[in-house]
């Protein structure tokens, strides 16, 4: 069972070899055990888990059962879940227990999947090394001293260690896709709208865009055929048919156009990052694919842009917070003002008091021309070069990340060396493009390498077949840490 796909699993439970019980059981074991040493969950509850299970059970046996209906799946704790603590890894929220679901967990729930717990993340998903949890790092199952990538780390590493076969997560500038690199397993960040934001905690949110973390991209392309769909409670969710995210998976890949964008491989990447990437580039040559040179002249604005829009819309999206309407209210303060100072002052960590401090500044009178909207103009110009790209090939490849895993504490006291390590992941948020990434060998130290895929707008179904005919011919996305058994 340990490395056994949602596939194989649905097979398993369907021929009744096993229940969802034991299944659920087996990885609330491993949770509970090496989950700990990895810090990899904010909340477990056992009972709830269970409950789920057995009547995942009942459903199964009343012949109604989907093909994730039993399987155990872990959320990163920025989802509201009914009945489960809800803490975005803040202080803020450490004792608000959510009092609905939101969308992505009403899908799991429908599809008959069992919630195996709520992942540690970046506080308010603001990080991409997991450390600016309230609740501490998380470790990466590659190497314990390093990171395992943010801010959807807990999801990644529970995914990573076999902890449990499938986790979601969210990313607004990368933090799918770059903890799934450094942890070595796949990560889809869908198309902006494609999956709704209702009920998923705001950070910012023209960027903020959920999705699934598993082995295979054959799971992924699972995940989101149930995770996805128009939801009305979401402004900005799309209003299309429904896919099948699996329908392409066995194409051949003869006379695909695959995109190298010169500013991807100009320097900056480490050079066993792009030992692997190279490898893996002539692997897709291999299955006949051609490669075209692409230029993203705009890409290298893409993180001071980010680093302008996220903390605005952050600091407006963050001013729910004050201590009134839910979450942690400071014990003692002297009137109403002083309550908020004290309660914002105490229940945010520093990562994210830095955002609201810039996000405000931006938007203020006298600066918000020259900053917020000279970024908004970048936004269209980085999303602009896309389009252009994307007239010569049919998906972009290229690196998830600059480096494989650093380790913890090492960027930790540097904003700017830490914003960096979404150079590769961040252009494609502002264009709202999907894009994923796929383990693809290892580096020094044996980290893993992530290969990064974009797509064109709702593309997702190419990439996953892109994916997956790579899976067909190589098994780094089937490599464990060692000594996780
Ligand atoms: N690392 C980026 C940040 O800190 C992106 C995080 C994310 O995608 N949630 O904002």
Redesign the pocket.
Known sequence: MLNSTLKELAVELAAKRVSSVELTGYFLKRINGLGKTLNAFISVDEERSLALARAADAVRAQGQAGPLTGIPIAHKDIFCAKGWLTTCASKILSNFVAPYDAHVIECFNKSGAVIAGKTNMDEF????SNETSYYGPVKNPWDLAAVPG??SGGSAAAVAARLTPAATG??????IRQPAALSGICGLKPTYGVVSRYGMIA?ASSLDQAGPFAKTAEDLALMMNVMSGFDARDSTSLDRERENYTRNLAKPLRGLRIGLPAEFFAEGMQPDVAKAIDAAIADFRQLGCETVEVSLPNMKLSVPVYYVL?PAEASSNLSRFDGVRYGYRAAEYTDLADMYRKTRGQGFGAEVKRRILIGTYVLSHGYYDAYYLQAQKLRRLIAQDFVEAFKKCDVIMGPTTPTTAFNIGEKAGDPVQMYLS?IYTIAVNLAGLPGMSIPAGFGAKDHPVGLQLIGNYFDEARMLNVAHQYQQTTDWHLRMPQGIA
Request: net charge negative.
């Open positions: 998903a603001m990080g991409s943010g801010s969210t990313d607004t500038g990368g933090s950070f996220a979404d």
